[in-house]
């Protein structure tokens, strides 16, 4: 330990009387943690010191100059010794103004010349240079106070005003860190003949290195990207191409065109402030309480295993505006990083998009057609985040779900993703899915509008303004489930064995691309439906809603939400799909609680009912589940109009039903997955009494309509009946118009005006029953499989089997339901269906087995064949 006792005293005596006073005042607010606790053990004794520091300020060198007196190592304040220099400190970033010294305008690579030169001439004589980092309030712990947080230590260097309120707030938790010194004699005696100028800018250079790692560690890394990848994505060289063609083809200078360049980087990037973030969840922790009962997170545990060592992509479902805040939100709370969100340039509302920029928001335009510049800036910054790692999350829907189901995906974040690790394959690239269930949606009501025809509201200061009323009104609880992740590296593998090939040239797009990203979107959708949570609205939905007034006897509800939550625990969809624990009496009550459902008292016993409104809002909840009773439904829908049927007819129709089916609902199995999950359901049937099995398990028969059981699977049945509705319309149309005769908006259009006329004849609650994406859906999986196609004129052809199809819907819709599509749709005379021949009610098991296996070869069967019966009168189930 060295004796620095005298040396303080004559120190404290030359620094200025006002440096003195000031340090007094200070001292009262200032507690200094020395790292190390001893540090003159690191100093070597007979030595001159002189301490560098990061950044100039009077405080710090108030802080300094404590911490080395209480630390008994030479003061900052007293002269050099063997050089011309008043003060044994400087700094290596200055600002104008007073400290040490009088020259204003000095570069800090001056006082570094100043010591090499003092070497010159003595090979005896040496300096340790000591890096001392000062950092005031660091990350700030959960407990600090909001105003702590916004004060508190990071990456931007601020002005006098708000440090002194930094010191007042935070100064009691001060960190100054002393490095290891640097013998200044040996870097010169190691630099040879190198000049003193140059020596003193690499010496500044390891410096400053030396500062952001030690700053790096101790409050984070610098995430803001205005500083730190906007010249980064201006000097890459696919941007720097694209400003030279811009200015080419639009004949303006380099100059125009690097500014207009510099521009859209500013308008995408965030510039992203741990301070903005931690004042955000003090906001938001209050918003939530007014707003939810809980927010409750399923197998992160899982996801945060799986993430270190990958660049992590987040992409959640997307359901509500509330699903960007609750993500960081929790992830924040967590002691995660809060990922870089892909935002819509919409949201960039004045004060609003600027928080939201410096809580990791970036902005995307809608579109990128027509502005060539902008599409290479956008893709520039992407790889960036990549190749720096920084955590993403983005909609792979492109927009809000107004149905309450996924939307088919729009894979333009995915394929910048994937192309910008191909460029740069430093880190394994993960995408986190990610399931976000709500009991009740602020923006519902507008949704219902949209889908109703109205234009959507366009987001606005006053719009948001006028929307905090929604404070008024609890919204349940929330659910975010983190799926399977998925790992970019065994699909690039699948698709090719020499995908590293294209890291050779950023400017390939090998014929493989596209085909993995479309793998990757339908992959994260699956598996997004995976992790879906079953809440007791979403039970409380696929009941009511699958009767005729929305309104059951309370023991047919309480028995119908019995028989939902055992089939969704004895058949679970996935291992990562959750469920309310509540019991059936315990879900009817919390309905009525969040004023979903009502109950009219009677003495013959009370019936839960929900409103006309709210039965419209209802069936996004429905939607949100409606996957995970796909296959249930299907097996009920194939006795909707029949009383048995053969079990081979019911896989055997799945099969051919099953692509749209997993179309629209993003279900993980393939043809012949499905069909072992049909037979397990038909089991679990059979087991619950909802179906006999005959003829060594060949037949299948249900109870008669009035039986509590018919009764069960009418209301499994009904929870996708719409959907097969939807799927008669569209090749009734094509029929009925004959073949060349519609393109694909044709009949696109054509559709959606035939399911809004069957709606409001019917008055189906259930507004994306006309939606025209789903119908675009369908047309397209009908591409997909070559049962449809474009001829040369643009107007749609199709198969044969098209014809077959409209006929074995008969098996499943009601005679008078697709007569009214037919009557409905538009087009000319069209198909028209054939009489119906339904076989004998007394005729045997055997002999109807026996009629099906003659049959069953056909890739189609006569439907005579499918049908064991058909109880198309109410007369014969009385029977």
């Known amino acids: 330990m060295l004796n620095m006792s005298t040396t303080d005293t004559s120190a404290r005596s030359r620094a200025p009387w006002w440096f003195n006073l000031a340090g007094q005042l200070l001292e009262p607010w200032v507690r200094i943690r020395r790292d190390p606790a001893e540090p003159a053990t690191l100093l070597q004794a007979g030595v001159p010191v002189c301490y560098v520091i990061e950044r100039d300020g009077f405080s710090d060198a108030l802080i300094l100059d404590r911490a080395c007196r209480e630390a008994g190592l030479p003061s900052p304040m007293q002269p050099l010794s063997g050089t011309r220099r008043r003060r044994s400190v400087f700094a290596l970033a200055r600002r104008d103004g007073w400290l040490f010294g009088r020259n204003r305008k000095r570069s800090p690579t001056e006082s570094l010349t100043q010591l090499v030169r003092s070497l010159e001439g003595d090979l005896d004589r040496d300096v340790q240079i000591v890096p001392v980092s000062i950092y005031v309030g660091r990350a700030p712990t959960r407990e600090s106070g909001w105003f702590s947080v916004l004060f508190s230590e990071n990456w931007v260097v601020v002005g006098r005003f708000r440090r002194m309120l930094a010191l007042l707030l935070n100064g009691r938790d001060t960190v100054v860190h002393f490095s290891t010194p640097v013998s200044l004699r040996t870097v010169v005696n190691e630099a040879g003949d190198t000049r003193p100028e140059r020596l003193t800018r690499k010496i500044a250079r390891v410096l400053r290195t030396h500062f952001r790692r030690i700053r790096a560690a101790v409050i984070g890394p610098d995430l803001s990207h205005r500083r730190t990848v906007v010249d980064s994505v201006l000097n890459a060289e696919p941007v720097r191409a694209a400003i030279a063609a811009t200015a080419t083809k639009e004949n303006i200078s380099q100059a125009k065109a690097w500014r207009r360049a510099h521009d859209l980087v500013m308008e995408i990037a965030a510039d992203y402030s741990h301070p903005v973030v931690r004042s955000a969840s003090f906001l938001l922790s209050n918003f939530w309480n007014k707003l939810y009962d809980g927010i409750h997170m399923h197998h992160f ?15 959640p479902c997307h359901r509500s505006h509330a699903d960007y805040l609750l993500m960081s939100y929790q992830l924040h709370m967590s002691g995660v990083v809060v990922p870089h969100i892909a935002a819509g340039v919409n ?13 990791g928001a970036f902005f995307l335009r809608r579109s990128f057609k027509g502005n060539a510049l902008y599409s290479v800036v956008f893709n520039e910054y992407v790889a960036q985040l990549i190749d720096r790692g920084v955590p993403m999350e983005y909609f792979i829907e492109g927009g809000r779900s107004r149905t309450g189901r996924l939307l088919a995906p729009r894979a333009g974040m995915l394929a910048m993703t994937v192309r910008a690790f191909l460029r740069a394959p430093r880190r394994p690239v993960l995408f986190q899915p990610v399931y976000i269930g709500y009991e009740k949606l602020m923006e519902g009501k507008s949704y219902i509008g949209e889908l109703s025809g109205k234009p959507k509201e366009k987001e606005s200061l006053i719009g948001l303004l006028r929307g905090l009323k929604v404070l008024r009104q609890r919204y349940g609880h929330v659910a975010l489930n983190f799926g399977e992740p998925i790992e970019l590296n065994p699909l690039l593998d699948a698709a090719s064995a020499n995908w590293r090939a294209a890291i050779d040239d950023p400017e390939a797009k090998p014929e493989w691309l596209g085909r993995v990203v479309d793998d990757l979107a339908d992959k994260i959708q699956i598996n997004i439906n995976r992790a879906a949570d079953v809440n007791p609205i979403n039970l409380l939905a696929l009941a009511l809603l699958a009767t005729p007034k929305h309104a059951m006897a309370e023991n047919d509800l309480l028995s119908q939400l019995e028989l939902m939550k055992a089939l969704l625990e004895e058949l679970p969809y996935s291992d990562r799909m959750t469920m309310t624990s509540m019991d059936p009496a315990g879900i009817i009550a919390y309905g009525e609680q969040m004023g979903w459902i009502r109950r009219v008292r009677h003495p013959l016993g009370d019936v839960l009912v929900t409103e006309d409104e709210q039965a419209v809002l209802l069936s996004y909840f429905r ?17 909707l109009n029949n009383r048995r049927m053969s079990r081979a007819s019911v896989l055997r129709l799945g099969r051919i039903i099953y692509p749209f089916i997993q179309g629209e609902l993003f279900l993980p199995w393939d043809a012949d997955g499905f069909c072992q999950q049909l037979q397990a359901t038909i089991d679990f049937f059979v087991r619950r009494g909802l179906l006999e099995a005959t003829g060594e398990g060949r037949v299948l028969e249900r109870g008669p309509g009035q039986d509590d059981a018919a009764f069960q699977l009418k209301i499994i049945a009904r929870s996708l009946i719409q959907a097969f509705e939807r799927y008669y319309i569209t090749i009734a149309a094509l029929v009925k118009n004959g073949p060349h005769t519609l393109t694909s908006a044709e009949l696109e259009n054509a559709c959606t005006l035939t399911a809004q006329r069957l709606s409001l004849l019917n008055e189906l609650s259930a507004p994306e ?52 599509i037919l009557k409905i749709t538009p087009g000319g005379d069209g198909e028209k269906e054939t009489p119906e021949k339904p076989l004998p009610a007394d005729a045997t098991s055997e002999a109807l087995h026996e ?27 009385k029977n």
């Open 301 to 315: 545990d899982k996801a945060r295993a799986a993430a270190p060592g990958h660049e992590v992509v987040y992409v």
């Open 347 to 359: 949201l960039n509302l004045p004060v609003i998009g600027s928080i939201l920029r410096r809580g």
């Open 623 to 639: 939607n949100n589940v409606l996957h995970l009773t796909a296959t249930a439904a299907w097996v009920a829908s194939c006795f």
């Open 769 to 820: 029953f006309f939606d025209k994406a789903l119908f675009r859906g369908f047309i397209q999986k009908l591409r997909e499989n070559r049962i449809v196609w474009t001829d040369d004129a643009g107007k749609l052809d199709y198969d044969k089997g098209l014809e077959d199809m409209v006929r074995d819907a008969r098996v499943i819709l009601a005679r008078d339901v697709r007569h009214s």
């Open 851 to 877: 009629r099906h296996v003659a049959t069953e070869h056909h890739e189609h069967a006569p439907v005579e064949a499918i049908v064991v019966e058909e109880s198309g009168s109410e007369a014969r189930d």
